[in-house]
């Protein structure tokens, strides 16, 4: 490992901080980079990604490290690749994962790009999963603390991709990375984790979705077709939402006290559709239709149909009992039939199938039946 050098996205973090210091104890030649993916707001009073201060904190790293540390900027790539989209899946009422199209367009291939023109042998970055090398094949499978575990937000990646890639803390949980990092004498050993979208920050998501999306008022009504009110646009509300409905206030609604939560969205006739409770039937279904699958290694994974696995339909979801079902190779869709019906199915989110520890692939949820 000696002459095999590795280019590492430093985020600032201590996930990437101590992938570096694992690496360099293991011989590598290791290069951070850090990458700046979204331009800052024109308010310069509000700085919602904390982009210097986490520069700052890499540059400390890797100043203790003693190993360089690049700087690239892919906010053009990014908003053309990943929040255009973002943007097109919301003004159709979805709700699709920005983080999920960043691993696949940025991290592993605008940066892995990057980083074979400067003759690297590998990328790594600070994820928590890991990557099952052997005979010519490659594998994704989960990290080793299943409370970390990241393998969902990298399901769309192809095994080429990751043959190229490195997890070096794949195999710890967040205690151990902590405890590395204090003992290597890293400031950022107790920083903590972000959370949320980074261009989003700290502010509500509504207020800056309507910064690019104009409000589409429309009519609130229940299950059955009563109207009890107005929302702003169906872009601004996602399946199994509570809070922000703006209709609390009837709350002995025929005799029933329970919260209301958004349950389906017309979107012909631009409705939001709600009811009472947060286990109403209508918010549970068992089978869901999804598009645009993509296998790590297609060879390797349909074996069977209908194929028996396990899923999750949303990130820190324990994985469900499923069955799958090729509904049409050439349009790429799916229908998933779930052993127990699954709350809250949100269409543009993603479906990530596991076999075992095996990260085999996803799809984007359609619709749910």
């Known amino acids: 490992m000696a002459n095999q050098s590795v280019i590492l996205g430093m985020s600032g973090g201590v996930d990437s901080s101590v992938a570096a210091l694992i690496l360099q104890k293991q011989g590598f030649q290791v290069t951070g980079v850090f990458m700046k993916n979204w331009e800052e707001d024109d308010d310069t009073t509000t700085n919602f990604c904390n982009a210097t201060q986490d520069l700052n904190d890499a540059q400390q790293v890797c100043n203790k490290l003693n190993i360089p540390l690049l700087r690239v900027n892919f906010a053009a790539e990014y908003w053309d690749k990943v929040f255009s989209i973002f943007l097109q899946e919301y003004q159709a009422g979805r709700t699709p994962n920005p983080d999920i199209l960043c691993n696949k367009e940025i991290k592993f291939k605008v940066f892995l790009d990057y980083a074979k023109q400067l003759k690297a042998d590998f990328i790594a970055t600070g994820h928590y999963a890991r990557i099952n ?68 920050g700290e502010r509500k998501f509504k207020n800056f979705l309507e910064k690019y999306l104009p409000h589409q008022p429309g009519k609130i009504i229940t299950e059955t077709g009563e109207v009890i009110g107005t929302h702003d646009g169906l872009m601004y509300y996602t399946i199994g939402q509570r809070k922000g409905l703006q209709i609390g206030g009837q709350a002995s609604y025929h005799g029933m006290h329970k919260p209301w939560y ?108």
């Open 133 to 200: 090398k052997q005979h010519n094949n490659v594998h994704l499978l989960t990290a080793f603390d299943q409370n970390k575990d990241q393998s969902y937000f990298l399901h769309a990646l192809t095994k080429e991709q990751l043959s190229n890639c490195l997890f070096p803390i794949g195999e710890l949980n967040k205690q151990e990375v902590r405890k590395m990092a204090s003992q290597a004498g890293l400031d950022n050993y107790n920083k903590k984790d972000s959370t949320g979208i980074c261009f989003i």
């Open 262 to 369: 958004v349950v389906d969205k017309n979107i012909n006739n631009n409705q939001l559709i709600v009811a009472r409770g947060k286990n109403h039937p209508t918010l549970f279904a068992k089978q869901l239709h999804a598009i645009n699958f993509h296998w790590i290694d297609p060879d390797q994974i349909i074996t069977t149909d209908p194929f028996y696995c396990y899923a999750k339909i949303r990130y820190r979801q324990t994985s469900q009992a499923c069955s799958i079902q090729i509904i049409n190779k050439n349009s790429n869709e799916l229908l998933v039939i779930f052993e127990n019906a699954q709350r809250a199915i949100s269409p543009g989110q993603y479906i990530v199938f596991y076999k075992e520890n095996y990260c085999l692939g996803g799809a984007i949820i359609e619709r749910s039946i």
